[in-house]
Antibody, heavy 124, light 107 residues
């Protein structure tokens, strides 16, 4: 069974940093790109970042580019999101999600498995 | 950035009805569109990718169609478990944004 489990959320002050983790199991982790998506309470999802299976390519939404860094450790089946310079509008549930398309051919297809999310609250 | 609009924002239906949700892209995205279902407190669930391909395990009453800039998700014979919010997502280019959602409610 495919499982993605996020951790690392919490309350942080504006300007602070937080590192989220995502532990994957039930599939060959190093065969797939993985994404981070967030969703503020009552709002729709917002795609944030993706990293290819071999970490050769990372892509970011403009809203987080330069502040957030996606990375992965294939030996530990783990994904990370380092979040710096956090702002109040970064408050949301953060999900990691598996890309449905095998490998990387320069495009994505859809996010077929998601974690349960971890809540990040940016507040003084 | 590319914009996605969905209509309607809210939809009321009875069990057994057929419903259609429309997603429009502000730029040509060919068939690079996915549909998701989300229930309260849960992560989104992939229903359809490449505009019309049913994700494994999704009931055949869900059907996606469309290309270029206009897409539809049709649910035939709506079941109680289908009452949820539905989002489209364009997967053509960064940012891979989602539509604003359509909430399907019980009439």
């Amino acid at each position: 069974e495919v499982q993605l489990v996020e951790s690392g959320g919490g309350v942080v002050q504006p300007g602070g940093s937080l590192r989220l983790s995502c532990a994957a199991s039930g599939f060959k982790f190093d065969d797939y790109s993985i994404h981070w998506v967030r969703q503020a309470p009552g709002q729709g999802p917002e795609w944030l970042a993706l990293i290819t299976w071999d970490s050769s390519f990372m892509d970011y939404a403009d809203s987080v580019k330069g502040r957030f860094t996606i990375s992965r450790d294939n030996r530990k089946n783990s994904l990370f999101l380092q979040m710096n310079s956090l702002r109040a509008d970064d408050t949301a549930f953060y999900f990691c999600a598996k890309e449905s398309k095998y490998g990387w051919q320069g495009m994505i297809e859809g996010l077929d498995y998601w974690g349960q999310g971890t809540l990040v609250t940016v507040s003084s | 950035d590319m914009q996605l609009t969905q209509s309607p924002s809210f939809l009321s239906a009875s069990v057994g009805d057929a419903v259609t949700i429309t997603c429009r892209a502000s730029q040509v995205i060919n068939n690079d569109l996915a549909w998701y279902q989300q229930k309260p407190g849960k992560a989104p669930k992939l229903l359809i990718y490449a505009s019309s391909i049913l994700q494994s395990g999704v009931p055949s009453r869900f059907r996606g169609s469309g290309s270029v800039t206009e897409f539809t998700l049709t649910i035939s014979n709506v079941q109680p478990e289908d009452f949820a919010t539905y989002y489209c997502q364009q997967v053509k280019s960064n940012p891979y944004n989602f539509g604003p959602g359509t909430k399907l409610e019980i009439k």
